[in-house]
């Protein structure tokens, strides 16, 4: 499968902004820093189409990018980047602000495809372990991807990813895609369950 054009089309702050449904959206989910915005560029092959930040709870909008594949059952859609949740160094006013946003879109949006809830690899916090249940609770059904999986040596990867599967409280055959944005690792396998999603 081919990217044929990924491109930023705008930053959301209200729900008005989100564009008419014209295309279907795939959504990234995950704490601040996770690196949502890293995998975003990793899978569309560009370097900076979203911004990667090291000032965690930057980005407070939904940020929407168009892809065009070659794939036929993707095709064109609409890879979101949300706010993250979690962030520590903003304050409880501005966060209180996009909370709703984020929930609105996530609860109510139709052409919302699915969820990816993204996780770092060994660092597993409450915040995640609700997040997902939250998801759950409104009907979604999350594809769990770990990120950062480069920093893992090798001789405890396994170990550890497994460890990261049983704090989230997967159960046994629920997938956990180890990804790394530095190598590449994972790409292939998230390409593969977003082909999957769209397929049905
Ligand atoms: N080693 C490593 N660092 C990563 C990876 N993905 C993101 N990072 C780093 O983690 C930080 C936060 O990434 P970013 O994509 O901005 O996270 P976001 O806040 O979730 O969008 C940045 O310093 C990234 O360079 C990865 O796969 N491996
Ligand atoms: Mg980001």
Not at 66 to 76: H, I, N
Not at 141 to 159: C, G, H
Request: net charge positive; aromatic share 6%.
């Amino acid at each position: 499968m081919k990217i044929l054009t990924a491109e930023f089309i705008r930053s959301c702050v209200a729900p008005e902004q989100f564009p008419p449904g014209d295309f279907r959206e795939i959504a990234v989910v995950g704490r601040s820093n996770v690196g949502k915005s890293s995998l975003i560029n990793s899978l569309l092959n560009r370097r900076d189409l979203a911004k990667v930040s090291r000032t965690p709870g930057k980005t407070r909008a939904v940020n929407l990018f168009r892809v065009a594949t070659s794939d036929p059952d993707l095709a064109q859609f609409y890879l979101v980047d949300l706010p993250g949740y979690g962030f520590a160094k903003v304050s409880r006013s501005i966060r209180a602000e996009w909370a709703p946003l984020l929930e609105a879109y996530l609860t109510d949006r139709l052409p919302l495809l699915g969820v990816v809830l993204l996780v770092e690899s060994r660092v597993v916090t409450d915040q995640d372990r609700q997040t997902l249940a939250w998801l759950r609770s409104v009907g979604h059904n999350p594809l769990v991807v770990a990120t950062k999986a480069d920093k893992l040596k090798p001789s405890e990867r396994v170990r550890t990813l497994r460890q990261t599967h049983l704090d989230l409280g997967l159960i046994e055959g629920e997938m956990l895609i180890p990804y790394s944005a530095v190598t590449g690792d994972g790409r292939d396998r998230v390409w593969g369950a977003l082909r999957d999603l769209a397929k049905i």
